[in-house]
């Protein structure tokens, strides 16, 4: 690293703790006023209030674009390839347990810690856009072809718990085409890690995640003449037993996949077979790959299984979210930087959880990293609340990211026009 670098690093780093304090009382304020999916609008402008207020008067502010309906992007820095981070503006439905005094209390909850990356993201921001301010002030600037603070896209993204996802209308929006977005960088707390440990794991990290509706039809009748029935509910149990051999006898052993059942529901009364039987649930796999081909095995094994108990299945499939990508690059560079500060750095966790950040990867070179956190409950429970140390270290993890996105040798390189024009294409998929 050479010294302007070094001291542009130096600079932001100090900027950044600057911005901690401030950011831990938006964390507690954004945790007590939870929005729900499509109705981030409050949480939105309360975040860009925050932004904005670090420009001086003597400069203008970046222009906010919105997008994705109740989200919004905004860029810090001048021309050129940029760097992007995302904030999740979303909370869940759910009433809060905690028992804190600024617990929220509307019947929303952010247990999943979108409240404290939101506040990282604006202490990243605003850090960044200190320096940049400063640099202006004092003439100062980056020479030519040393991008050591490169522009920041701040993407602050609404609905990442729910379906239509944020993030696939964020990027078939094409603003991270215009922005010239080079690099995407997320971070996500993680209970299943200590304090003080990042996950920071090259290639798939999380699975894809495909839900399912199965109706199985057959032909009522009473209990006690089941000769006479064709008993969808019978039909049903066996398809969920036959589709978990998708697992076990046609999955490579070598690669996660999962098969669940989340509901099933048929009959009003006792002793009555009822007509039809409905299950939902969800497909998912960390290989791209064996995607596709499993969703078709999953739906030829329920019409063939029904099929044998004299019932017609039909299966209606949503395609979610992809297999979820590290860039082999930035991830090792990164996990450089933060052992160089004293992080404990893991490349193991992975999960078949789902996130919709995936999207991003499809794009432009994308890191997502899981940052420790110390609470007995786990994510979506009632009574997940990380620290207000954790709004700190989610910021220092996502600067990491920033600053190996910023001095990667392919900074600048990678173009997202094809994969913008494929995520429009796509939309939102179903089939029958």
Known sequence: MNGRRADAE??????LRKEIPAAVALRRELHAWPRVSGHEGPTLERVLGGLL???????????????????????IGGPGPCVAVRGELDALPMDESTGVAWAATNGAMHSCGHDVHLAAVVALARAV????VSAVHEGRAAPAGEPFAPPLLVVLQPRE???PSGAL?????????RHR?????????????PAGTVACTPGAVN???????????????????PHLTRDPVLAMAQVIVSAQQIVSRFADPMVPTVVTFGTVNAGTAPNAVPREATARGTLRTMSPGFRDRMCRRFVQVVEDTARSYGCAAEVELRYGEPVLVNDPLLTAETGELLRAHGWEVTDELRSCGADDFARYGE?????MMFVGVDTEAGLHSPAFLPGDDSVGAVAEVLLAGYLAAASSGRFGDHTVEAATEAARREGHQTHT
């Open 363 to 367: 794009v432009a070179r994308s890191l």
């Open 181 to 193: 977005v080079h690099a995407m960088v997320g971070a996500h707390v993680q209970p299943l890690l």
């Open 53 to 75: 207020g670090v420009f001086p008067g003597s400069l203008s502010g970046p222009a906010v674009e919105r997008v994705a309906g109740t989200g919004a992007v905004l860029r």
């Open 169 to 177: 209308d964020v990027v078939g929006s094409g603003v991270l085409e």
């Open 10 to 15: 130096k600079e932001l780093r100090a900027a």
């Open 129 to 132: 856009a200190r320096t940049q």
């Open 161 to 163: 718990e729910s379906q």
């Open 207 to 225: 699975a894809s995640a495909d839900a399912f509706t199965v109706t199985v039809t057959g032909a009522e009748g009473h209990a006690a003449y």
